[in-house]
């Protein structure tokens, strides 16, 4: 059974530095690994979505890399803002009956203090 | 694009009513899911459906639980009797189902029930 992980729970940074945020998961057979954002009160926002052949993947300020052999996954996060402020969510996908099913982590509530 | 929206966005109810929680996916997906969020267990996949077809319905918790999607644009999520333990916020989400499998999953804002 899939097990993903994300360590720290929490995690705070002063404005403009640059953060990686980590990701693990226990079965290396996966499709793809998606990264979200889900703001208070709100649905999950799909950041980036790594193909299991990928190895990273880049939008803006967001980079996310992907070693399967090993199981993890960073999202590195530059030049920080108080709106990335929020908690961010790591997902994969497998192999599994019908190819749809998600396995998330936790997710780690990230604040940027101004 | 409007998105995936659902409706309502809070519901509270007594021990014991019927709830009923809706869905519209985004026009062309062909994949549909509910999920579940607590800030025990994390967010759970309760069912999915494909093409309107539900494919596993085995995060249902209990036959208390039960979900329809009568056409490409609408599925509804509910549950009789509800339980206290059923508190919890519960997403929709759809994608387009590719033979790649690389399709992003897209949210709604969820509904946040509350069970007295």
């Known amino acids: 059974k899939q097990e993903v992980t994300q360590i720290p729970a929490a995690l705070s940074v002063p404005e403009g530095e640059n953060l990686v945020l980590n990701c693990s998961f226990t079965d290396s057979a996966i499709y793809n690994l998606q990264w979200f954002r889900q703001d208070p009160g709100k649905g999950l926002t799909s950041l980036l979505l790594i193909q299991s052949s990928q190895r990273e993947q880049t939008s803006g300020r967001l980079n996310a890399s992907l070693d399967k052999s090993s199981g993890r996954s960073t999202l590195y996060i530059a030049a920080s803002q108080p709106g990335d402020s929020a908690t961010y969510l790591c997902a994969v996908r497998n192999p599994d009956f019908g190819n749809e099913k998600l396995t998330f982590g936790t997710g780690t509530r990230l604040t940027i203090i101004p | 694009d409007a998105g995936v929206i659902q409706s309502p966005r809070h519901e509270v109810t007594e021990m014991g009513q019927e709830v009923t929680l809706r869905c519209k996916p985004i026009s062309g997906h062909n994949s549909l899911f509910w999920y579940r969020q607590t800030m025990m267990r994390g967010l759970e996949l309760l069912i999915y459906f494909n093409n309107n077809v539900p494919i596993d319905d085995s995060g249902m918790p209990e036959d208390r639980f039960s979900a329809k999607m009568p056409n490409a644009s609408f599925s509804t999520l509910k549950i009789q009797p509800s339980e206290p333990r059923d508190s919890a916020v519960y997403f929709c989400?759809?994608?387009?189902?590719?033979?790649?499998?690389?399709?992003?999953?897209?949210f709604g804002n969820g509904t946040r029930l509350t069970v007295t």
């Open positions: 989400a759809s994608s387009l189902r590719q033979s790649s499998y690389n399709s992003p999953l897209h």
